[in-house]
């Protein structure tokens, strides 16, 4: 019915069409109807692909085309979530010059990082590390470019995950060293900047008990157990 209403008013603008298909999208989404969700996203993009190119239209098309190819991944379609990923990509280089710089850099990171993610379950261990890599920087250069104290937190903590996220890379294909470093890095910001009980303080953690358990060192992989214990008990 607010498919067939919305059809009918000629009055609403494509911008509010959009809208409408895009929680529409969610909604079956939330319900476990992937191929609804899937359409109902698309007829979103397809509202305001040929609007002009002003930036709420352009925030609105690159935000569009990454939940859709978020929503491909999680139904298990990784070839479609790779296609509206790079779509996606490609929107965000197109809009450079009229959406915020801080928005492009953090745009093209959040991308990058599903892709990356995307990799790694195809097997494409070393692609996905350098994805991930270019996705990090992206990321930095957003918080550089960041009006001061807006979302610094949010931000930090998206790169702290990424980081994370690439010692894990690093742990598989054998280069525990480099992951070490990067766990260590991440583990001082979290324990200053995060509650001692917090689950990604654990996370980290669980990262050095795999790179001591692979390499052999029980003991170091003991102590790392055993300071993992006392933060969910803290």
Not at 131 to 146: H, K, M, N, P, Y
Request: hydrophobic share 45%; net charge negative; proline share 3%.
């Amino acid at each position: 019915l607010y498919v067939v209403l919305m059809k009918a008013d000629e009055s609403v603008l494509p911008v509010e069409r959009y809208t409408g298909y895009y929680n529409l999208a969610f909604g079956y989404f939330s319900l476990g109807q992937m191929n609804r969700a899937v359409d109902y996203f698309s007829k979103a993009l397809e509202q305001i692909i040929n609007e002009p190119p002003e930036k709420h239209i352009l925030d609105r098309i690159i935000d569009g085309y990454n939940a859709l190819g978020a929503l491909h991944y999680r139904a298990g379609d990784h070839r479609n979530a790779m296609l509206a990923f790079d779509e996606c990509l490609e929107q965000i280089e197109q809009s450079r010059g009229v959406i915020d710089e801080s928005f492009y850099f953090a745009a093209r990171a959040n991308v990058l990082g599903n892709i990356s993610i995307i990799l790694q379950d195809l097997g494409d261990l070393i692609r996905s590390k350098e994805v991930l890599e270019e996705a990090i920087q992206d990321r930095i250069r957003a918080l550089e470019l960041s009006p001061a104290g807006y979302a610094t937190d949010q931000i930090n903590n998206l790169q702290m995950s990424s980081y994370n996220n690439l010692a894990a890379i690093y742990i598989a294909i054998g280069d525990f060293k480099r992951a070490e470093r990067l766990l260590e890095f991440v583990l001082d910001f979290r324990m200053v900047n995060l509650a001692p009980d917090d689950p990604r303080i654990a996370s980290t953690m669980e990262g050095f008990i795999s790179i001591y358990l692979t390499m052999g060192d029980y003991d170091a992989a003991m102590e790392a157990g055993n300071k993992l214990s006392w933060n969910l008990v803290w």
